[in-house]
């Protein structure tokens, strides 16, 4: 492994870990919590890998105060954490669930008396089941209704929350959701799909609007979108880049930054849905304000042409791509079978700044799931985390140094937890979380985390 010098960051740059509610927190069906769409697909059989479901998860709810400690140990100034939309709402309705709330404003004020900076994530694909019951993100009443909730955790916590994120990555939401059905609610409608997009999008600007109203300033204001660093193969793959970077990409920065949907985005999806469900003004709502716009990142995508359609195959999340080809890229690989390639970071970042220069960016998620052994002495030893984290924090120092305005990173994850569909074969934490006990040990990962945040400097690795 080639040797790259010690990297140090700016004095006000923001390290912190990042979580999500439905992975970690368990409690399901505990002090007036409803059902999510993630409660009901993963006790469908067949939908999430061994049969896991969220019922426990890391018991978070219950263990609070011990993973507050771990936070104040590592010495991050920040933690991203999101809400249960259907523990403080129930239903998605307007009766506020106050036991609910109660565990969120615990957490809030436990960060904030360790000296961490609350991050507060309000959709992070836990929609409550009875919305979805009603049609889900395809229907305009969730936008609206998501706006309603909003506004009611902007008045609960938004006197102390430093930075509110609308959306965790709605591409997930959307095209995993509506178009390939891998991640709840489980459904393969490509209209559909495109109508969550936009709903989406839509519910992002609505829910700027009622944090502005409600949060206290400085309280900041970000959506977090996994970018697609998209590749072609050879030159004769523009297209093919084009197309996938509309579908991935341009479908929410078009509307969120710009207030219009690129044009080449509709033509490529006609023969799916003629966007009636765009009202006039929904693109001028959905354009919001922001403070920052949080980027996450694992890995490059690399496409070309195919020569025709392809046959009929399981749903894809690339709707109207049926000419795309999505390429495997040499290694190494995570346990995901996601390529390692930092460079695409760099290159992602350079590319939003060069867009919106006036936008700050934040590393909202990155990291890597490997198969990490708790060893006989109580170590658990994934230096390939810490190859990986090295790797990409120094891509994020030389976007910095070629201009870009990169504020802060979030490691995924802070503690093992539910990986969505693959339940909990994939282990992404820095600290280690055994599935019987539920014991956290810190890996060595988080060791040498815990030393970049306290020096605000990525070492040599020699």
Request: net charge negative.
């Amino acid at each position: 492994m080639p040797t790259t010098p010690a990297r140090a960051f700016p004095e006000d740059f923001l390290w912190g870990t990042a979580t999500a509610a439905y992975q970690v927190e368990g409690a399901a069906a505990e002090d007036g919590r409803g059902p999510s769409i993630w409660d009901t697909f993963s006790h469908t059989p067949g939908r999430v890998d061994h049969g896991d479901t969220g019922d426990v998860a890391c018991d978070h709810y219950h263990r609070l105060e011990e993973d507050l400690g771990i936070l104040a140990r590592l010495g991050v100034g920040a933690y991203r954490f999101s809400i249960s939309w259907p523990r403080v709402l129930p239903g998605g309705g307007d009766r506020l669930n106050r036991r609910g709330l109660d565990f969120y404003s615990r957490l809030v004020d436990g960060l904030l008396e360790r000296g961490v900076a609350p991050v507060a994530t309000l959709y992070h694909w836990d929609l409550p089941q009875e919305l979805e019951d009603a049609g889900g993100w395809p229907h305009r009443d969730t936008a609206l209704r998501f706006a309603e909730y909003a506004h009611r955790m902007g008045e609960a916590l938004g006197d102390r929350v430093h930075t509110w994120i609308t959306l965790n990555e709605p591409w997930c939401s959307a095209y995993l959701g509506y178009a390939s059905g891998v991640h709840a609610p489980g459904r393969t409608d490509p209209a559909g799909a495109l109508a969550a997009v936009h709903h989406l999008n839509l519910g992002h600007g609505l829910a700027v609007q009622a944090l502005r109203a409600t949060a206290a300033p400085p309280a900041r204001v970000a959506v977090t979108l996994n970018l697609h660093h998209v590749r072609g193969v050879s030159e004769r793959d523009a297209e093919a880049v084009r197309r996938v970077d509309a579908l991935a990409n341009r479908a929410f920065l078009g509307p969120m930054l710009d207030g219009a949907y690129p044009r080449d985005l509709i033509e490529a999806t006609a023969s799916v849905t003629d966007w009636a469900f765009v009202h006039d003004s929904d693109e001028a709502t959905a354009c919001q304000a922001l403070d920052l716009l949080g980027v996450n990142y694992y890995s490059p995508v690399l496409v070309r042409a195919r020569d025709g359609e392809t046959a009929d195959g399981p749903a894809s999340p690339w709707i109207a791509c049926g000419d795309v080809e999505f390429v495997r890229q040499p290694g190494p690989y995570t346990e995901m079978g996601w390529s390692i390639d930092e460079t695409g970071l760099t290159e992602l970042l350079l590319r939003l700044h060069g867009d919106r220069p006036s936008l700050p960016l934040m590393i909202t998620e990155n990291g890597a799931a490997f198969a990490d052994v708790l060893d006989g002495d109580g170590r658990v030893r994934d230096e390939r985390r810490v190859d990986y984290l090295r790797r990409h924090l120094t891509a994020v120092a030389d976007a910095i140094d070629a201009g870009a305005d990169v504020r802060g990173y979030f490691v995924w994850s802070l503690m093992d937890n539910f990986e969505w569909a693959h339940g909990y074969a994939k282990r992404f934490g820095i600290v280690y979380v055994d599935r019987e006990t539920l014991d956290r040990t810190w890996k060595d990962s988080a060791h040498w985390y815990r030393d970049v945040v306290a020096t605000g400097t990525v070492p040599d690795p020699s």
